[in-house]
C-alpha cells in the first residue's frame, strides 16, 4: 500500500471522503449566461448560464430557458428575443423589462393559508396593535386574513408588513383601513403626526448603506461590475449601483445663461446662472451639499441610480441577475452600496381599500419582490402608492383616485416610484383624479408601466391646466422605463426638477384631451375637448420638456378621431395644440429646447391629424409587446379583449383596454 506522508493513501482518501460528506452545502443560485437578454436571429446555443444547468430551450422569438440553483440556491429565468430594429441599443432595457414585478419568479403567488384572521374593533377604536400583532408571528408564506368592516389606523401609526406574508382583506371597498383624523380633502395640512397607512419593509427610514467604489467602468448592458472590495456583498443580495452627476456650468439651451448640467447633459439640475425664480438652488448651493434639493430622492449629487441582485461573486467581479441599464464611471466615482438592513422581500397586500393616509397611504420601502393587487388608494397626502428604495414591487389592478390636495408639491401624486427603484411593474390599473397620475423621481430603471388607464391629472384652481400624463420624470436621474399599452390624456416628461433621459413609450393611446369630469373639490367642470373652463392647455399627445433627451416613441396611437381641427403635428410653444411638443418649457420666454427632437426616435406611430403612420424609415412589422412573450391573463378576462389593443398600422387603430372598460362601467375590479 502506498504511504503520503505515513499515512496510507487509502485511509486519507476516507477521511476526506467522510468529512466532505458532512460539511454543509453553500446555497448556488443559477446565473444567466452572455446569450440572456440579446437579440438574436435564432435560438441560443451557446452561453446560457454562467453557473447552474441550463434546461431546454424553448420558444420561436423570444426564446427562455432556465438556469437551475443547487443546495436550494435561487432557479434564474433567461430570455434573448428575436433581433428587431426597432428600439436604439443605449434604449433598449428588455432584459430588464422582462423581469419587473414579480415577472422573474412567475408572478404574484395565491397564497392559501391563513395563519391568522383579524376583526375590527368597530366605534373607531385604533386596529393597529390587533392587526400588527397578527403580523408578528405569522409564519412566511401565509396570510393574515381581515374580515370586512372598517379598521381605523390611527394618526402615526401604521401596519407595518415587514416579512413575506400576504395581508389581504374581503376585497376592496369591503375590507378599509381608514385615518379619519389624517388627510382632510381640500387641504395639504396632515395630521399631528403623519404617517401611511401601511409601510411594506422593515423600516421607514435611515436604513444606512455601505459602499465599494468600482474600479472599472461598466457598460449599459453588462451584467458584471469590477469593484474595490466585496467584503458584506452575498449571493442574493439587493444592492444600490449610482454614480456622481459630474455636472458643472452649461450653457442653457432654453437661453437661461448658464445650467448647472453634466458636460453630456445626461444629468440637468434645475440651477441656472443667473439665479432663477423657479429654481431649486440658491445661488451659493450646489447638489453635492446636505440638506439641497440634489439630495431629496438620491445620494446627494447622485441621481443616476439603480437597484439590482447579486447572482455571483468571483473575486473582486460581483454579477447581477439582470444587466445594468446604463453605464456607470470610474471618472464619475460610481460606487456599489448594501444596506445595513436587507430589504424585506415576498411581502404584499391585497383585496382592501385604504383612505386618509397623510404620509402616503400605502409605502414600499425597502422592499423586494413585493406587491400590491386589487388595492384601492383614496383620498391621501403625498403618495397614493410610494415605490421607494424598492426592487421589483409590482402594483396589478389596483385603483388609486382622488387625492384630497390635487395641487403641485408634492401632496397629490397617485403613484411614484423613488429612491433608485428598479424593475417595478404596474400593470392593469387605474390612476385617475389626481395632480400627477404618475411620477419617477431619481428612479425607475428597467421598470414598466402597461396597460393602465390613466387620467385627469389636475390642479385644484387651476382646472384648465392639462397636467402631464403617463410620465417617468419629476426629479432628475430618472431613466429606462417602458410605457406599454396604456390609454392616458398625454405622454410627457417635466423638467420641474430636472431631466429625466431613455424612456420607452411603445403601443399607448394618448388622446390629447383628458375626460370630461368635475373637479370633486370645487366643483368645476373640466373637459377639454370643449374648452372648459377655458384656456384649456397645453393640449399635446406625445411631448417632452426641455433638456429631456433620447426617448423612444413607437407604434403609438395619437389623437382623438374628429377633434383635431386647430392642431399641428409638431411645435415648441406650449399655446398651439399639438401631436408632438418636443422640447417646451412652462416658463417665459417660451424657448423650445431643439435636442429634445434632435436625440428622440420615433417610429411606426400614427396620428389622427393626419390620418397616417409616420415610419422612422420604411415600413416594418412591429412585436407585440416589449417585455412579454405572450397574451396577459387579464385580456382573457369577463368578455374577452383583443391583445395588443393598439394597432397603429392596422384597421382598426384601436381595440378596447380592461382597465379603460372596468372603469366605465364602474367597475373597477371586475371586467365587464
Not at 456599489?336 to 391585497?350: I, K, S
Not at 411593474?425 to 408601466?449: D, H, P
Request: negative net charge.
Amino acid at each position: 500500500m502506498s504511504l503520503r506522508c505515513g499515512v496510507p493513501l487509502l485511509l486519507l482518501f476516507s477521511v476526506v471522503a467522510s468529512g466532505s460528506a458532512g460539511a454543509a452545502k453553500m446555497p448556488v443560485s443559477g446565473v444567466c449566461g452572455s446569450a440572456s437578454g440579446t437579440d438574436l436571429t435564432s435560438a441560443p446555443t451557446a452561453d446560457l448560464c454562467t453557473a447552474g444547468a441550463a434546461s431546454a430551450v424553448i420558444g420561436a422569438g423570444p426564446w427562455t430557458w432556465t438556469c437551475s440553483g443547487s443546495n436550494g440556491g435561487r432557479t434564474s429565468s433567461c430570455e434573448a428575443l428575436l433581433a428587431s430594429p426597432i428600439l436604439p441599443l443605449t434604449s433598449n432595457a428588455s432584459a430588464n423589462w422582462r423581469s419587473a414585478g414579480m415577472l422573474s419568479v412567475g408572478g404574484i403567488p395565491n397564497r392559501t393559508t391563513v395563519c391568522a384572521t383579524v376583526s375590527p374593533l368597530g366605534n373607531a377604536q385604533d386596529d393597529t396593535t390587533d392587526i400588527q400583532n397578527a403580523i408578528n408571528v405569522c409564519p412566511p408564506g401565509e396570510v393574515v386574513m381581515l374580515t370586512a368592516g372598517a379598521f381605523t389606523i390611527a394618526e402615526g401609526n401604521f401596519v407595518l408588513l415587514n416579512a413575506g406574508i400576504t395581508l389581504r382583506g374581503a376585497g376592496p371597498g369591503v375590507t378599509i383601513l381608514q385615518r379619519t383624523d389624517g388627510a382632510q380633502l381640500g387641504s395639504d395640512a396632515p395630521g399631528a403626526n403623519p404617517s401611511p397607512i401601511i409601510l411594506v419593509g422593515p423600516q421607514q427610514y435611515n436604513n444606512n448603506q455601505t459602499a465599494t467604489a468600482l474600479t472599472a467602468d461598466v457598460a449599459g448592458g453588462a451584467y458584471s461590475v469590477q469593484v474595490a472590495s466585496t467584503s458584506g456583498f452575498s449571493v442574493g443580495q439587493i444592492v444600490y449601483l449610482d454614480e456622481a452627476s459630474g455636472a458643472a456650468w452649461q450653457t442653457d439651451p432654453e437661453g437661461y445663461g448658464q445650467i448647472w448640467a453634466s458636460p453630456d447633459f445626461r444629468v440637468v439640475w434645475m440651477k441656472h446662472n443667473p439665479i432663477q425664480s423657479f429654481d431649486d438652488f440658491a445661488a451659493d448651493e450646489y447638489p453635492d451639499q446636505a440638506g439641497t434639493a440634489g439630495c431629496w430622492f438620491s445620494n446627494c449629487d447622485r441621481p443616476t441610480a439603480e437597484i439590482k441582485r447579486i447572482a455571483a461573486i468571483s473575486g473582486n467581479t460581483i454579477t447581477f441577475d439582470t444587466p445594468v441599464t446604463i453605464s456607470y464611471r470610474v471618472s464619475h466615482q460610481a460606487q456599489l452600496y448594501y444596506w445595513a438592513t436587507q430589504p424585506t422581500e415576498n411581502a404584499g397586500v391585497e383585496g382592501l381599500t385604504v383612505s386618509g393616509g397623510d404620509d402616503d397611504n400605502l409605502t414600499f420601502a425597502w422592499c423586494a419582490y413585493c406587491w400590491a393587487y386589487q388595492v384601492e388608494s383614496t383620498a391621501w397626502l403625498d403618495d397614493g402608492f410610494g415605490i421607494d428604495d424598492s426592487f421589483r414591487v409590482q402594483l396589478e389592478e389596483v385603483y388609486v383616485h382622488q387625492a384630497v390636495w390635487p395641487v403641485p408639491g408634492g401632496g397629490g401624486y397617485a403613484i411614484s416610484l423613488a429612491g433608485g427603484s428598479s424593475e417595478i411593474l404596474i400593470e392593469n390599473s387605474i390612476s385617475v383624479q389626481a395632480n400627477k397620475v404618475m411620477v419617477a423621481r431619481s428612479s425607475g430603471a428597467g421598470s414598466v408601466a402597461a396597460y393602465n388607464y390613466m387620467d385627469d391629472g389636475f390642479i385644484l384652481g387651476s382646472d384648465a391646466w392639462q397636467e402631464i400624463g403617463l410620465n417617468g420624470s419629476h426629479m432628475v436621474g430618472s431613466h429606462h422605463i417602458l410605457f406599454e399599452g396604456n390609454y392616458g390624456f398625454n405622454m410627457d416628461s417635466d423638467d420641474t426638477h430636472g431631466n429625466a433621459i431613455y424612456h420607452t413609450f411603445f403601443r399607448n393611446y394618448a388622446t390629447g384631451y383628458r375626460r370630461q369630469f368635475t373637479d370633486y373639490l370645487d366643483g368645476v367642470d373640466i373637459d377639454d375637448a370643449n374648452n372648459l373652463p377655458g384656456g384649456n392647455g397645453p393640449l399635446r399627445t406625445a411631448g417632452a420638456m426641455a433638456y429631456t433627451y433620447w426617448m423612444s416613441w413607437i407604434g403609438n396611437v395619437l389623437g382623438t378621431p374628429g377633434h383635431t381641427s386647430g392642431w399641428v403635428y409638431q411645435s415648441g410653444p406650449q399655446g398651439t395644440p399639438s401631436i408632438w411638443l418636443l422640447g417646451w418649457y412652462d416658463n417665459p420666454p417660451y424657448l423650445t429646447d431643439p435636442n429634445v427632437a434632435a436625440t428622440a426616435y420615433r417610429d411606426a406611430n400614427f396620428d389622427y391629424l393626419t390620418n397616417s403612420v409616420a415610419w422612422a424609415s420604411s415600413a416594418h412589422p412591429l412585436p407585440n409587446s416589449l417585455y412579454l412573450s405572450q397574451q396577459p391573463a387579464f385580456f382573457s378576462a369577463g368578455s374577452g379583449y383583443t391583445w395588443p389593443w393598439v394597432n397603429p398600422t392596422g384597421a382598426p387603430q384601436l381595440y378596447t383596454l380592461p382597465a379603460k372598460a372596468r372603469y366605465d362601467a364602474g367597475t373597477p375590479f371586475t371586467e365587464p
